[in-house]
């Protein structure tokens, strides 16, 4: 806790309450006192908590009684992307979108309402929705040949374009392969429109950049549906300079109803400003964290393994980053005080950031690094986390997204090690939840019905993929309130209801720690406090 703040709360402590939460089944989330009735909150902050508050109620003293509703605390997505999400609600989202001709008359509509030239932009289409194969651009093309189209597939590490775009690109079928990326080219060498990773930017790169109002926009879409949704706090993963300057702006007029725990988006100018400054710390909005990638998605085939994909004999996936700049960077952060967050999904990739972070952390440590996904490990790597004091910053939708393909991707043996919370949780780590949003529906209730069940929303498998990696529900409640939490050095503050900790905290429709599974997808959330203060209500 802030020091300063430690100091207010003795003084509030014996003064009567703002509020009181009253006949609730509340789940702090803090095993020394798992359950309780009632709390109350002053200044923010819960200055008791347990099953009689009368003591702590006086004239003014709103008293909320909520008739047995459940409370848990506000619930903390350690992986998103505001901007993404922002920008989805505002074009158009492709994740059910079940053939390239669904996809390619979206685009047409679209192109019939706005000026020739225009970019026309959406996200999360998904090759195995329609048969596995990676599209062409021709549909996109004739849907829309006056008009550049940049489609961002479901896990972000691939695009689809159509010809007008690989124009202004100046992307042909002699384009080399730029590092880290790779141009998808049919059998005669045809460039077909689908760019993986790195490949994305010869394209996007022309695009033009949104405006600062563009950029508040967006993130103030994306901050009130995190508020309905029931987060409280959340880990953007990979804010630029111009994203900071939007967040700063939206907290000065009172319309971020979350808290940002922002990552610095790689090496850059941001990156080196903030060395010479040192963290920014606060309660709203924090910089002390670098985004790194070392590899690509599984879904896209970019993810990088030290075996071929079992359905790409010759494909091992691409390495982004080399283990020298994973190293440099990390001697940089901790120097200066900053957390290293790599995203890694692939086993050669993980075990490549982990032999990077042990150069540098040489054993046990506080300085909390993760690795973002980590989603296929070697099964010996997962000691490593251990060894080295490394948050697995894991998403529990990932698997029930991908165990229609996983199985194809990977072969059995490796699955072992695949998407693997419960094992990773078993080895002592700390697992920080979360939904990669846009890349997985921001609904921080499906994560935990995933987290618990194995399953999609329709209940299929029968008993779960892999039912093994259930997590319980408490284990599930920790790793998206405490977790989240520890993974950006603020639990001693947040993620738990407990006395002097903030009172961020949600009032669910029905009570996710006893309901039968196949309940819990229909579960809301009817109110969003933070602070002590409502930032959503369904009434």
Same mark, same amino acid.
């Given at each position: 806790?802030?020091?300063?703040l430690?100091m207010?709360?003795m +003084?509030?402590?014996?003064?009567?309450a703002d509020? *009181?939460?009253n006949?609730a089944?509340?789940?702090?989330?803090?095993?020394?006192?798992?359950r309780?009735?009632?709390?109350?909150?002053?200044?923010?902050?819960i200055v008791?908590?347990?099953?009689?508050m009368?003591a702590h109620?006086g004239?003014?003293?709103?008293?909320?009684?909520?008739k047995?509703?459940? $409370?848990?605390?506000?619930l903390?997505?350690?992986?998103?992307h505001?901007?993404g999400?922002?920008q989805?609600?505002?074009t158009?989202?492709?994740r059910?979108?079940?053939?390239v001709?669904e996809?390619?008359?979206i685009?047409?509509?679209r192109?019939?309402r706005?000026?020739?030239?225009?970019?026309?932009?959406?996200?999360?289409w998904d090759? /195995?929705?329609?048969?596995?194969?990676?599209p062409l651009?021709h549909?996109?093309?004739e849907?829309?040949?006056?008009h550049p189209?940049?489609? /961002?597939r479901?896990?972000g590490?691939a695009?689809?374009?159509?010809r007008k775009?690989?124009?202004i690109?100046?992307?042909?079928?002699?384009t080399?392969?730029p590092?880290?990326?790779k141009?998808?080219?049919?059998?005669?060498?045809l460039?077909?429109?689908?760019?993986?990773?790195?490949?994305?930017?010869?394209a996007?790169?022309?695009?033009?950049?949104?405006?600062?109002?563009?950029v508040?926009?967006?993130?103030?879409?994306? +901050?009130?549906?995190?508020?309905?949704?029931?987060? =409280?706090? *959340?880990?953007?993963?990979? =804010?630029?300079?111009?994203d900071?300057?939007?967040?700063?702006?939206l907290l &000065?007029?009172?319309?971020?109803?979350?808290?940002i725990?922002?990552m610095i988006?790689?090496?850059?100018g941001?990156?080196? %400003?903030?060395?010479?400054?040192g963290p920014?710390?606060?309660? %709203?909005?924090?910089v002390r964290?670098?985004?790194?990638?070392?590899?690509?998605?599984?879904?896209s085939?970019?993810?990088?393994?030290?075996?071929?994909?079992?359905?790409?004999p010759?494909?091992?996936?691409?390495?982004i980053?080399?283990q020298e700049t994973v190293?440099?960077?990390?001697r940089?952060?901790?120097?200066?005080?900053?957390q *290293?967050?790599?995203?890694?999904?692939?086993?050669r990739?993980?075990?490549m950031?982990?032999? &990077?972070?042990g150069?540098?952390?040489?054993?046990s440590?506080?300085?909390?690094?993760? $690795?973002?996904?980590?989603?296929?490990?070697?099964?010996p790597?997962f000691?490593?986390f251990?060894?080295?004091? *490394?948050?697995?910053?894991?998403?529990?939708t990932?698997?029930?997204?991908d165990?229609r393909?996983?199985?194809?991707r990977?072969?059995?043996?490796?699955?072992?090690?695949?998407?693997?919370?419960?094992?990773?949780?078993? &080895?002592g780590?700390v697992?920080?939840?979360?939904?990669d949003?846009?890349?997985?529906?921001?609904?921080?209730?499906?994560?935990?019905?995933?987290? $618990?069940s194995r399953?999609?929303p329709?209940g299929q498998?029968a008993?779960?993929?892999?039912?093994e990696? %259930?997590?319980? %529900?408490?284990?599930?409640l920790?790793?998206w309130?405490?977790?989240g939490?520890?993974a950006?050095?603020?639990?001693?503050?947040?993620?738990t209801?407990?006395t002097?900790?903030?009172a961020?905290f949600?009032?669910?429709?029905?009570?996710?720690? =006893?309901l039968?599974? &196949?309940e819990l997808?229909?579960?809301?959330v009817?109110m969003t406090f933070?602070?002590?203060?409502?930032?959503?209500?369904?009434q």
């Amino acid at each position: 806790m802030f020091p300063i703040l430690a100091m207010l709360w003795m +003084a509030m402590a014996g003064e009567p309450a703002d509020l *009181v939460v009253n006949n609730a089944t509340i789940y702090t989330a803090n095993p020394a006192q798992p359950r309780a009735k009632a709390m109350a909150i002053r200044a923010g902050r819960i200055v008791a908590i347990g099953d009689d508050m009368r003591a702590h109620i006086g004239p003014k003293t709103q008293i909320m009684d909520l008739k047995g509703a459940p $409370v848990i605390p506000g619930l903390i997505d350690s992986h998103v992307h505001m901007a993404g999400l922002g920008q989805m609600i505002e074009t158009a989202d492709l994740r059910h979108v079940k053939s390239v001709a669904e996809v390619a008359a979206i685009v047409r509509q679209r192109a019939a309402r706005i000026p020739k030239g225009t970019w026309i932009r959406a996200r999360n289409w998904d090759q /195995t929705n329609w048969g596995g194969e990676f599209p062409l651009h021709h549909a996109l093309t004739e849907a829309a040949p006056e008009h550049p189209v940049f489609l /961002t597939r479901v896990d972000g590490h691939a695009a689809w374009v159509n010809r007008k775009a690989m124009e202004i690109a100046a992307i042909d079928d002699k384009t080399p392969d730029p590092m880290g990326g790779k141009i998808i080219r049919d059998s005669a060498g045809l460039a077909t429109g689908v760019l993986i990773d790195r490949a994305q930017s010869l394209a996007g790169s022309k695009i033009p950049a949104a405006t600062d109002d563009e950029v508040i926009s967006r993130l103030r879409a994306a +901050a009130r549906e995190c508020a309905r949704l029931g987060l =409280t706090s *959340v880990h953007d993963a990979g =804010t630029g300079e111009q994203d900071l300057r939007a967040y700063r702006k939206l907290l &000065a007029a009172n319309q971020l109803p979350v808290r940002i725990y922002a990552m610095i988006g790689g090496e850059g100018g941001m990156w080196s %400003r903030f060395l010479e400054t040192g963290p920014e710390v606060n309660e %709203r909005l924090t910089v002390r964290s670098i985004k790194l990638m070392a590899d690509g998605a599984m879904g896209s085939r970019g993810a990088a393994f030290w075996q071929p994909y079992a359905d790409d004999p010759g494909n091992t996936g691409l390495l982004i980053l080399k283990q020298e700049t994973v190293e440099r960077v990390a001697r940089q952060a901790v120097e200066k005080g900053f957390q *290293v967050n790599t995203h890694a999904i692939g086993d050669r990739a993980n075990r490549m950031v982990l032999d &990077a972070y042990g150069k540098v952390l040489g054993g046990s440590n506080n300085k909390r690094f993760r $690795v973002e996904h980590a989603q296929a490990i070697a099964l010996p790597d997962f000691t490593l986390f251990k060894k080295f004091s *490394v948050i697995a910053s894991m998403q529990s939708t990932h698997a029930t997204s991908d165990m229609r393909w996983a199985l194809a991707r990977l072969g059995p043996d490796r699955l072992m090690g695949a998407y693997a919370q419960k094992r990773m949780l078993n &080895a002592g780590v700390v697992v920080a939840n979360g939904s990669d949003f846009p890349v997985e529906e921001p609904s921080p209730l499906m994560g935990f019905y995933a987290a $618990v069940s194995r399953q999609d929303p329709e209940g299929q498998p029968a008993g779960g993929w892999r039912p093994e990696e %259930r997590f319980t %529900r408490e284990e599930a409640l920790r790793s998206w309130t405490w977790a989240g939490a520890y993974a950006a050095f603020e639990e001693d503050w947040k993620g738990t209801l407990e006395t002097s900790k903030v009172a961020d905290f949600l009032v669910l429709s029905a009570d996710i720690m =006893t309901l039968p599974l &196949a309940e819990l997808p229909k579960v809301k959330v009817r109110m969003t406090f933070i602070a002590g203060q409502t930032v959503f209500s369904d009434q």
